[in-house]
């Protein structure tokens, strides 16, 4: 009879087995229709024409909105340069046609405290924006003298950690994360050292941007986002395909090893589609 018990147990088991594989691929879907795909808009200088220039644009990618790359940098020599977010009134309209979830600005001083300052005063706008994360590029490392950037490697990962440490506390209060996004030529070679980084600022509000083409310059994609998993705030897919008015949902249309490996890791924030979108001229029609 024991044989026949031992039998029943592992039946049972299996049942258990396939029961739980079936949970994990419906989590696993779930997820994926979760994420929001957005497309990168550049060189648009204000929400207004934003949503009013990239609608159709919007629309024709079957995105959930944008990644909105703002046209002046933060944090720049001179106070006259400095970015300051213009009036919020409106922004978060919910009826609005296209939706701002995401915002990437460059912050282009090496001093920790003018990035933090000028950082915690567009977390609040951004957060009027409907933004789910900031993407943030720091400035690289200098290849020649008269170049602005860090001296030395280590000057730069001091920044990189000192600018999450000092800014997780404002991200947490306006519910917009930090992202930093490695830039080539900068300090972020390895997802190893990052990790590192990123944990000793020990908040959610802060991460990174994953941007493939970038990655792939220095290393593994894939490396990168297994090692980094639910540090990830956005993940930029390669810009190997084309966008097609098929009405099917991006993620089905973006069947890239990169989408699939999110898929393994049921990542669910921001995924930006590999295409850009730059504002129409004013004499166009």
């Not at 204000?46 to 990618?61: I, M, Y």
């Not at 959930?64 to 309209?93: M, Q």
């Not at 947490?172 to 980084?197: F, H, K, M, N, Q």
């Not at 990123?198 to 991460?207: L, Q």
């Amino acid at each position: 009879m024991r044989p026949r018990a031992w039998a029943n147990d592992f039946g049972g088991l299996l049942v258990k087995a396939e029961e739980s594989s079936l949970r994990e691929g419906t989590d696993t879907k779930r997820r994926a229709t979760m994420r929001q795909h957005l497309l990168r808009i550049e060189e648009v200088p204000t929400p207004a024409e934003v949503r009013s220039d990239c609608a159709e644009a919007v629309a024709h990618a079957g995105a959930d909105g944008i990644e909105w790359v703002l046209p002046s940098p933060i944090a720049c020599s001179g106070a006259n340069k400095r970015f300051r977010p213009t009036d919020t009134s409106r922004l978060d309209d919910p009826s609005a046609a296209v939706r701002i979830l995401a915002v990437a600005v460059r912050c282009e001083t090496p001093i920790v405290e003018e990035g933090v300052e000028s950082l915690a005063a567009l977390l609040p706008w951004a957060a009027k924006l409907g933004a789910r994360c900031v993407n943030v590029t720091i400035p690289p490392l200098q290849s020649q003298c008269d170049q602005a950037g860090f001296a030395r490697y280590q000057d730069a990962l001091n920044f990189a950690y000192g600018l999450l440490h000092s800014i997780r506390f404002a991200a947490e209060d306006t519910g917009v994360a930090v992202a930093l996004e490695p830039v080539i030529g900068g300090c972020l070679l390895s997802p190893v050292e990052l990790r590192e980084i990123i944990d000793n600022a020990n908040s959610w509000a802060v991460g990174l941007v994953v941007d493939a083409d970038r990655i792939a310059a220095v290393g593994s994609v894939e490396d990168w986002l297994k090692t980094l998993t639910h540090r990830i705030h956005a993940v930029r897919l390669p810009r190997d395909g084309t966008v097609e008015s098929t009405g099917a949902p991006p993620g089905d249309r973006f069947d890239t090893p990169v989408n699939r490996l999110l898929d393994e890791l049921c990542y669910d924030r921001v995924v930006v589609l590999p295409m850009r979108e730059r504002a129409r001229s004013r004499g166009e029609g």
